[in-house]
């Protein structure tokens, strides 16, 4: 008696389409809105460490003065609020899953040695800028101090 109670569902479903997919001979393709993982354009950081302070599950550190950027794939929980906290926007969420491995690995990306060389040549003008201005400062506070020890005279 409780296979004909099953018999009409079991017909129904000889006529219609299958609902999974065919995955090994058809590629899969994920919704629009799938949080995937997480890739940057790392010429583009400038290493503020905003990302580092976003995550949740401390998946990523900056190295700035390295120009290097590296993220736990496996402890990544593909939130996005990294990619959200960028001020550069220079992280981006894929539609992709990392791929299953017997370990667990840390990516790192290193800046190109042309745009390290650049922001080398950048921070070497900001800190010569800084001791001119820093040596200007002394220099009118010593004429300053000089111009009182004049006036008491």
Known sequence: MSVLKYAPEALK?????????????????????TRGRIEIEIDQC????????????????????????????????????????????????QQF?????????????????EVLAEEARKREEAAKKAAEAKAAMEAKKAAEAAAAAKEEK
């Open 97 to 113: 899953y990392q791929e299953p491995g017997p370990e667990k690995n840390e990516v790192t990306y290193t800046k190109s040695p």
């Open 46 to 93: 400038i290493g503020c460490g905003m990302c580092v302070r976003a995550c949740p599950s401390s998946a990523l550190t900056v190295d700035k003065n390295a120009g290097k950027w590296t993220i736990n794939r496996f402890d990544c929980i593909a939130c996005g609020f990294c990619v959200e906290k960028c001020p550069k926007k220079c992280l981006s969420m």
């Open 13 to 33: 479903n000889l006529f219609r389409p299958p609902v999974t997919t065919s995955y090994p001979f058809k590629p899969f393709e994920p919704a629009d809105r």
